[in-house]
């Protein structure tokens, strides 16, 4: 037969007498948990917390005037100063300058020791709505103009001297940023500069050099080529003209020579011989030298006539006619003067082509040398402007690594230092221990609620009518005896008593606690 069980019909009134019922369920876990919460909640050391807000101060001297070399983004910056501030190093000094966490030193590694000063340790960036700069729309976009530096310990002594600190070294970092990134950017700027400054040197050396290998033929002489060409060309006309004359000469003496000499052939060369050796002496009294053609020509014929008479030959030479006739004896000297001046002014030509021949292959090599030459003086032009350029830059580099080194760039200023904090931030020792005590009611609560909807038995006359189904004629009500009351008036006392020595207990912990805390704060 299958077992049936009461039907019990949830009320309010009911549920207050279920919870009367087993309130020791619901009592005793409050009276476990809150004594106990209370306990770790007193044994919890005060953690305070000093903070300081660090301002962001623009640039002193207008952009306009001198432009910052440093155009990261602040918050990329931040980051950077953020990193060098937690080192190992920069925490190290810190931990031993304040000799913070003692109980940790001895027994935790040192790394340990440095993620734990790292979470007590936070930056928070603050941002404000401004215009852009610049931008002539009406919108507004976010920029971080300061800093909420953070930290937290024990010693609220050490607390503010800690966060104090931790502020001087962040300005400290920003500035040595900002000094190396400014003296970087000019070493960079003059290394480059001193590299442009040679290649330049180099590009005027090739120049040079080019202009020098092709002397004669660079365009800035085509003028002059050509006026010396055009004096050039007129000289060998001249010249060719001359020569033209002189052959005609020449045949128009030869000619007359032959008429001569066949008019004088019964010529006496002892005669002769005077006559030339007095026409002799007369050149050299007018100053002619050996070299001259009159001397030159009388000399030979003056051997010749010596040869005649040697010989003492009877027989006419075509040679000796005329010797005693002195306009044969001109004619000769004339001709001789012109052969000499024909060879003279053959010479001349040759000489006058030859120069006529390179200046007319520099003129035609100019084209080329005018390309080659522009080519050469563009990419001197490009270099000259590369470097105008990195000078430009490199003043203004130098402008603004003497702007950082006096302190009048962007700047991190402490706007609020880190004053001593008057009260913990953790832990909430009141909150803690209402929760528990609120969790530990309601852990009872449920819990007498559980054991009550288990429990089977029959303890009203509803829970007999509706098992069994029969109508209940009388009920007898439970008789206590005297010993039982007296035994759970003494129970109740007893519990009262413990309930006070637990109120007790937990009120003087919390006084002690206070005025501990006070004296500490004092």
Not at 127 to 149: Q, V
Not at 189 to 217: F, H, S, V, W
């Amino acid at each position: 037969m299958e077992q049936r069980q009461p039907e019990r019909t949830i009320t309010i009134q009911s549920l207050f007498k279920t919870l009367r019922a087993r309130k020791w369920y619901i009592l005793t876990p409050m009276a476990v948990v809150v004594p106990l919460v209370t306990a770790w909640a007193l044994s919890l050391p005060d953690i305070y917390e000093a903070n300081t807000t660090i301002l962001i101060t623009p640039q002193k001297v207008p952009v306009d005037y001198v432009r910052p070399t440093i155009t990261s983004d602040i918050g990329d910056r931040v980051d950077i100063i953020i990193k060098q501030m937690l080192s190992y190093d920069r925490l190290g000094q810190i931990i031993d300058e304040f000799k913070l966490y003692p109980g940790l030193v001895a027994t935790r590694p040192r790394e340990e020791i440095f993620y734990k000063m790292i979470n007590d340790i936070s930056i928070t960036p603050e941002e404000s709505l401004t215009h852009p700069e610049g931008s002539a729309s009406s919108g507004k976009e976010k920029i971080i103009d300061s800093f909420k530096l953070a930290y937290r310990g024990e010693n609220r002594i050490l607390v503010t001297a800690v966060t104090n600190k931790l502020a001087s070294i962040f300005i400290e970092e920003n500035l040595k940023e900002r000094e190396q990134l400014a003296v970087g950017t000019s070493d960079f700027l003059a290394k480059e500069m001193e590299r442009a400054k040679n290649l330049l040197a180099q590009q005027e050396a090739r120049i040079a050099q080019y202009k020098q290998q092709y002397r004669g033929e660079l365009p800035s002489e085509l003028q002059a080529n050509l006026n010396k060409l055009e004096r050039l060309q007129s000289a060998q006309q001249a010249l060719g003209e001359a020569l033209s004359n002189e052959e005609d000469r020449r045949i128009t003496l030869e000619k007359s020579i032959g008429e001569l000499q066949s008019a004088g052939s019964g010529a006496d060369p002892a005669r002769r011989l005077q006559e030339l050796q007095g026409l002799l002496s007369n050149h050299y009294a007018s100053g002619r030298t050996e070299k001259h053609p009159d001397v030159i020509a009388t000399k030979k014929e003056i051997s010749i006539v010596k040869k005649r008479i040697a010989e003492d030959t009877n027989r006419p030479s075509e040679d000796m006619l005329g010797l005693s006739n002195p306009a044969l004896f001109q004619a000769r000297q004339e001709l001789g003067s012109s052969k000499l001046r024909t060879e003279s002014l053959k010479e001349e030509l040759v000489k006058l082509g030859e120069a006529l021949a390179r200046i007319e292959k520099s003129v035609a090599e100019t084209p080329k040398r005018q390309e080659e030459l522009n080519t050469l003086e563009r990419d001197l032009g490009m270099m000259e402007h590369q470097y105008q350029e990195l000078l430009s830059k490199m003043q203004d580099a130098r402008m603004a690594e003497n702007l950082e080194r006096k302190q009048k760039g962007e700047q991190f200023r402490v706007l609020n230092p880190a004053q001593l904090p008057t009260k913990p931030i953790e832990p909430d020792r009141v909150k803690s221990i209402i929760f528990a005590g609120f969790l530990s009611l309601m852990f009872g609560m449920a819990l007498g609620v559980l054991v009550e909807v288990s429990d089977h038995s029959l303890r009203s006359a509803q829970d007999v009518q509706s098992f069994f189904e029969i109508p209940v004629l009388a009920s007898i009500p439970k008789l206590i005896l005297d010993a039982e009351r007296m035994r759970k008036a003494a129970l109740r006392r007893s519990l009262l008593i413990a309930g006070s020595i637990l109120v007790v207990v937990v009120a003087g912990s919390l006084t002690l606690f206070v005025l501990l805390k006070g004296a500490r704060v004092g």
